[in-house]
């Protein structure tokens, strides 16, 4: 079974230049998540979304951070203009419905930002 | 992939030997906690989960344990193997919150 699909892998880019991060959850799961791993902070939730709705984008960093799920099977996380502190390894999963499940992660995007 | 804070605590453990990872979590309304695995490279993998309702479940070779008195979680590995080398997370939920713990590094001896 395919499990939770990201690109790019790695993304290395300039500051100011606009980042975009891609995710395919697993076939049949509804709730998808959004995640940013560092050294300093550690795994912290960014968004989630429930039946391509959002649900709490509270973790979000702030006005520079957006994401999308146009259908099902498809969620980008965007960053515009992208700067040296949004480096880290940022990590797209996905349930059958809602937080009470477990989560099935993708092997993640480490981004660089120059 | 990289791991957690810089004050990752790290646990060592002989191979063979029972290994123990201890979480606190943070709020007494949490209903549903899972304990993930993540190796270098990847991202964090469902290991076992426990409700609120239980104080104990056991999978291959792991257990959890909860204490809501104390507001305590544990996992406990038995006849840990070199592959079981890696970081261990627990998570809570509660209402619409999902809360990943900072880590734990195990690390096996042969």
Not at chain 1, 3 to 26: A, D, N, Y
Not at chain 1, 105 to 111: H, M
């Amino acid at each position: 079974d395919a499990g939770v699909i990201q690109s790019p892998r790695h993304e290395v880019t300039e500051m100011g230049q606009e980042v975009t991060l891609r995710c395919k959850p697993i076939s049949g799961h509804n709730s998808l998540f959004w995640y940013r791993q560092t050294m300093m902070r550690g795994l912290e939730l960014l968004i989630y979304f429930n039946n391509n709705v959002p649900i709490d984008d509270s973790g979000m960093p702030e006005d520079r951070f957006s994401a999308k799920m146009p259908n099902a099977s498809f969620s980008t996380l965007k960053i515009q203009p992208s700067e040296p502190r949004d480096s880290a390894v940022y990590f797209c999963a996905s349930t059958l419905q809602g937080l009470n499940q477990p989560q099935h992660f993708g092997d993640g995007t480490r981004l660089s930002i120059l | 992939g990289e791991s957690v804070g810089l004050h990752l605590p790290t646990l060592s453990v002989q191979e063979g030997d029972n290994s123990i990872i201890n979480c606190a979590y943070s709020n007494s309304a949490s209903d549903y906690f899972i304990w993930y695995k993540q190796e270098s490279g990847k991202g964090p993998q469902f290991i076992i989960d426990i409700r609120s309702n239980m104080d104990k479940r056991q999978g291959q070779r792991v257990t959890v344990l909860l204490n809501k008195t104390v507001k305590h979680l544990s996992l406990q590995i038995a006849a840990t193997q070199p592959g079981d080398s890696a970081v261990y997370f627990c998570a809570e939920t509660y209402g619409q919150n999902f809360v990943f713990g900072p880590g734990t590094r195990l690390s096996v001896l042969p």
